[in-house]
T-cell receptor, first 111, second 113 residues
């Protein structure tokens, strides 16, 4: 069983719509959860972190965490073509700073 | 310079060559990481250094040899690589090993012929 799972996509949404990206993880003791955005040919860029159950909003981005269901999601409101990228979910493992990454979901926002 | 820098950005090498990748972080962090990113696969952690000491080797073949002379610099020495080692090699840093927020460099795109 993969430790962090994401739907690889591609996920295609029209401009202005809400994009919903999902991630599940297997390690129940995980404490920290991250979303990275990676443009084609570029390195991952941290866009959101979340540590407790519930929602965390930052501009057009909302991260949602449900530890009981071992599920974390990222919502992008008013999606823009510039949001087109691969979104990586990362989970802090049980050894402190070791991050476990999912394979990423490719998002395409169509004008 | 700010953030995490990596050189070279692109590298083509033969299987008998020896080359080195360099990473430098300007964030005052104490932990540094090497990751491998292959197409359609998750980021793979290779090595972790905390305060210049290697704390993790994720079963990486010996043809990859890391070096961390100080908390700001990290090298990855490459020798007798295989074509399947072609990938994007990413360096990252964090305040310390237990700090989960990591910041990535731009990566080195490696092609082994």
């Amino acid at each position: 069983q993969k430790e962090v799972e994401q739907n690889s996509g591609p996920l295609s949404v029209p401009e202005g719509a809400i994009a919903s990206l999902n991630c599940t993880y297997s390690d129940r003791v995980s404490q920290s959860f991250f979303w990275y955005r990676q443009y084609s040919g570029k390195s991952p860029e941290l866009i959101m972190s979340i540590y407790s159950n519930g929602d965390k909003e930052d501009g057009r981005f909302t991260a949602q965490l449900n530890k009981a269901s071992q599920y974390v999601s990222l919502l992008i409101r008013d999606s823009q073509p510039s949001d087109s990228a691969t979104y990586l979910c990362a989970v802090n493992g049980d050894q402190g700073g070791k991050l476990i990454f999912g394979q990423g979901t490719e998002l395409s926002v169509k004008p | 310079e700010t953030g995490v820098t990596q050189t070279p950005r692109h590298l083509v090498m033969g299987m008998t060559n020896k080359k080195s990748l360099k990473c430098e972080q300007h964030l005052g962090h104490n932990a540094m990481y090497w990751y491998k990113q292959s197409a359609k696969k998750p980021l793979e952690l290779m090595f972790v250094y905390n305060f210049k000491e290697q704390t993790e080797n994720n079963s990486v073949p010996s043809r990859f040899s890391p070096e961390c002379p100080n908390s700001s610099h990290l090298f990855l020495h490459l020798h007798t690589l295989q074509p399947e080692d072609s990938a994007l090699y990413l360096c990252a840093s964090s305040q310390e090993r237990t700090a989960a927020t990591q910041y990535f460099g731009p990566g080195t795109r490696l092609l082994v012929l």
